[in-house]
């Protein structure tokens, strides 16, 4: 089971922009299939954005898109979630995955989050 380790959260003003990274600790992951959930509390995990192992396609929620793009650069293992724009709504604890499939199915290759709190 590959483990995965989320950086760039931060505390931002509305209007601001981060960017979030997503590496393994262990093994590297070029060839799988990367997502990005995130879940605010008392709310429902979100799925937010993923992206094909080799960069080709990609899926940003309706919620987000416009305002955050997901890339991945293989050759330095990390994936990437660009976030612009920011929101207060966007508030939440945003976690990496491998994913699979057509619908984006996550796996149990999960990092333990990274904060990211947007104030008005």
């Known amino acids: 089971q590959t483990q995965l380790e989320e950086s760039g959260g931060g505390l931002v003003q509305a209007g601001d922009s981060l960017r979030l990274s997503c590496a393994p600790s262990g093994r590297t992951f070029g060839n799988y299939d990367m997502g990005w959930f995130r879940q605010a509390p008392g709310k429902e995990r979100e799925f937010v954005a993923a992206i094909r192992s080799n960069g080709g396609r990609t899926y940003v929620a309706d919620s987000v898109k416009g305002r955050f793009t997901i890339s991945r650069a293989n050759a330095k293992n990390t994936v990437y979630l660009q976030m612009d724009s920011l929101k207060p709504e966007d508030t939440a604890v945003y976690y990496c995955?491998?994913?699979?499939?057509?619908?984006?199915?996550?796996?149990?290759?999960w990092g333990q989050g990274t904060q990211v709190t947007v104030s008005s």
């Open positions: 995955a491998v994913v699979y499939g057509d619908n984006w199915r996550p796996t149990s290759s």
